[in-house]
């Protein structure tokens, strides 16, 4: 290669030298500039904009809402807190998601970016040498620097000038969850808002799971809020302006692409990951138009693997309480078949009875159970009989810290992409689908099936192959 002649090389200079003022003064040409393979669709171009809009103090208080995967927290978790603190090197930024791994990833990316060679023809700053860990690093010769947390962690001795929540909830079983809903809520308000320096910003992206989460409770409460919303699919008075349907990123997800994804998330992780539109879990009923049905099973070269799946009593004394036992099946291609329920009033011994009858006619897999106290009694009973015939059962008790909504809704998107298919002809199974389309989450004399139900399909499912369960760690 040629060696630059003098005028060629101050010319290069001039060109390196304007693209870094560009980069110094607007976010969108600082993030390609640190990073070429960084790419600037039109929506990363509005993002930006609106978080120039952060630094400057014209919007103090900002939530995102975007689809997995089209640069969300590439650009707000890792290049604006550089592009930030290169322009406000002391000040101090907090960042925070519902993993301390994840936001000390952040935080490392950050810091990288601060202490290469391209930031320095933008910035002349770099990390103080003695201050340069992970999660807690400050800019030489300046005051600020960054901290890296959970949600939910304590933060103590150090002020945000920008605060950063990215994901403070990491799937729908906890965001279903009014626990950790109202955990988080006195994170927030206790330790997150001490911690504003006069005159900060606050920057919060995160999946709408449910309409009582965090962002849900921040806007019912606290003015001066800027959403931005950009769903996977345009809807009505589009925020970019464009067409219903048209996709975010064309480029990246095309409309057929997404529509794929609609159809094997279902509605609800749908709209709460790709459209930012929270639906609350008690409004999402089962359909009656979502339920297919099977008259019998696919025949394979061996027969399907069974699971059953038990919701025991809720006491011992079992008399006003029902005990259920459903059989899922599941096929070569990860269909599952909903193939026989059992619903009854019954004593500890005499389902233990029943129980052994099914397995030495089906052969199942797996049995799960509920581990609580009635559960650990009908599975040492199950043990104490099976070893009287000397037949094993492959039972296992299974631990749940959820109620019986967030359980259901795990599999609700099964039954709405025809993954999980019942039985026609049984009325025991036919029961079992009105169960589901009447279910509210309540307390309920028939919602028995409904538990041993899930419990069926995590005994037989493969999680390597076919149907899933989706979390926000499985598409992020």
Not at 105 to 127: A, G, N, Q
Not at 167 to 182: G, L
Not at 397 to 408: G, L, W
């Amino acid at each position: 290669m040629p060696l630059l002649t003098e005028n060629e090389r101050k010319q290069k200079e001039l060109v390196v030298q304007a693209r870094a003022e560009l980069a110094r003064r607007h976010l969108i040409k600082f993030s390609p500039f640190v990073d070429p393979t960084y790419q600037t669709p039109s929506h990363l171009v509005f993002l930006s904009e609106k978080l120039e809009a952060v630094e400057s103090g014209d919007i103090k208080r900002l939530m995102v809402f975007m689809p997995p995967r089209e640069g969300k927290s590439e650009t707000i978790s890792r290049k604006f807190p550089a592009w930030f603190l290169g322009r406000h090197p002391d000040q101090n930024v907090i960042m925070s998601s519902y993993s301390y791994t994840l936001t000390r990833s952040f935080s490392k990316d950050v810091r990288d970016i601060v202490e290469s060679r391209r930031y320095k023809l933008v910035f002349p700053l770099t990390t103080a040498w003695d201050s340069r860990s992970v999660n807690d690093w400050d800019i030489a010769f300046h005051k600020g620097g960054l901290l890296a947390t959970g949600a939910g962690g304590s933060i103590t001795g150090f002020g945000a000038h920008l605060f950063i929540i990215d994901d403070p909830v990491k799937n729908q079983e906890e965001a279903d969850s009014i626990i950790v809903r109202d955990k988080l809520w006195d994170w927030y308000r206790s330790v997150v808002l001490t911690r504003m320096e006069p005159e900060s910003r606050m920057v919060l992206v995160m999946a709408r799971w449910n309409q009582d989460d965090l962002a849900g409770r921040i806007l019912n409460s606290e003015k001066d809020w800027v959403v931005v919303n950009m769903p996977a699919l345009a809807e009505k008075d589009d925020i970019l302006g464009r067409k219903i349907n048209q996709p975010l990123w064309p480029e990246r997800y095309d409309r057929n692409t997404l529509e794929g994804m609609k159809s094997k998330l279902g509605s609800r992780i749908w709209s709460a990951l790709y459209q930012g539109d929270p639906q609350g879990p008690e409004s999402q009923k089962f359909k009656r138009e979502w339920f297919q049905w099977y008259d019998v099973l696919p025949k394979e070269d061996s027969p399907l693997p069974r699971g059953g799946g038990v919701d025991t009593a809720t006491s011992l004394k079992s008399s006003n309480d029902n005990t259920s036992l459903v059989d899922v099946c599941r096929d070569s291609k990860g269909f599952l078949y909903v193939d026989d329920v059992f619903c009854e009033k019954i004593t500890v011994s005499g389902f233990a009875e029943h129980l052994l009858n099914q397995h030495a006619a089906k052969h199942y897999i797996k049995v799960n159970l509920e581990k609580n106290n009635a559960g650990e009694a009908f599975k040492q009973r199950i043990d104490e009989v099976s070893r009287e015939k000397g037949i094993s059962i492959p039972v296992e008790c299974e631990q749940t810290s959820t109620d019986k909504m967030v359980r259901a809704m795990e599999f609700q998107p099964f039954v709405e992409n025809g993954t999980l298919r019942f039985k026609r002809g049984s009325p025991r199974v036919a029961a079992l689908v009105e169960h589901l389309i009447n279910f509210d989450g309540r307390d309920a004399d028939v919602d028995d099936d409904i538990d041993a139900l899930g419990f069926a399909i995590k005994a037989v499912i493969n999680k390597n192959e076919g149907a899933i369960f989706i979390s926000t760690q499985d598409v992020y």
